[in-house]
């Protein structure tokens, strides 16, 4: 069974402002990170270019958060509050972003960012049935290395085609889709 690289899991959002700690987590949620090397590049008078590395850049792109069903509003809202709480705060300017909030890792891989896209819930469609919200984010430090972590999927549970479930894909189950 395939090791996912930095977690699987949901998204989380945490701001701890004054005596405020506010969290709003997607269990649903789906991020990316991006891990964009820092470099000193240069070019010697042979034409050869020289480079060092000096860390990453991380970004952080949440692919989809989704507000369908009856409760996930919440969500949102502890969101918005966590966003807002940043405008002119004497403390801290950023918000730690979890983009795979993995319970089966004791330490996910988080990081402080600043909110570098817009918040901007689009429709799902032209009819009252939910919304998703796609964020993108920088973290404010320089990462000296790309984290290591996995997740253990052995605990998952799949559907073969008979109905019945395993805690493993054996290659042989056909995927079923919503059409059966």
């Known amino acids: 069974?395939?090791?996912?690289?930095?977690?699987?899991?949901?998204?989380?959002?945490?701001?701890?402002?004054?005596?405020?700690?506010r969290t709003a987590t997607f269990a649903g949620g789906s991020g990316n990170i991006t891990y964009t090397p820092i470099q000193i590049i240069k070019e010697n008078m042979s034409y050869n270019i020289l480079s060092r590395l000096k860390g990453y850049r991380v970004t952080i792109d949440i692919t989809e958060l989704i507000n369908i069903d009856s409760d996930d509003y919440i969500q949102y809202q502890y969101l918005a509050q966590i966003l807002s709480d940043l405008v002119d705060s004497d403390a801290q300017q950023?918000?730690?972003?979890?983009?795979?909030?993995?319970?089966?890792?004791?330490?996910?891989?988080e990081y402080n960012c600043i909110l570098t896209g817009a918040f901007s819930p689009e429709d799902v469609h032209r009819v009252k049935t939910g919304q998703?919200?796609?964020?993108?984010?920088?973290?404010?430090?320089?990462?000296?290395?790309?984290?290591?972590?996995?997740?253990?999927t052995s605990n998952n549970t799949y559907v073969d085609?008979?109905?019945?479930?395993?805690?493993y894909w054996d290659g042989t189950d056909q995927y079923i889709d919503e059409l059966g």
Do not use: W
């Open 1 to 21: 069974m395939a090791q996912i690289l930095f977690g699987f899991g949901g998204v989380k959002f945490e701001s701890n402002i004054g005596d405020r700690i």
């Open 94 to 109: 950023y918000v730690t972003v979890t983009p795979r909030d993995d319970t089966t890792l004791t330490n996910s891989i």
């Open 132 to 152: 998703r919200l796609a964020l993108s984010f920088t973290c404010i430090n320089k990462h000296d290395t790309i984290p290591t972590v996995v997740s253990d």
């Open 161 to 167: 085609d008979d109905g019945g479930t395993n805690d």
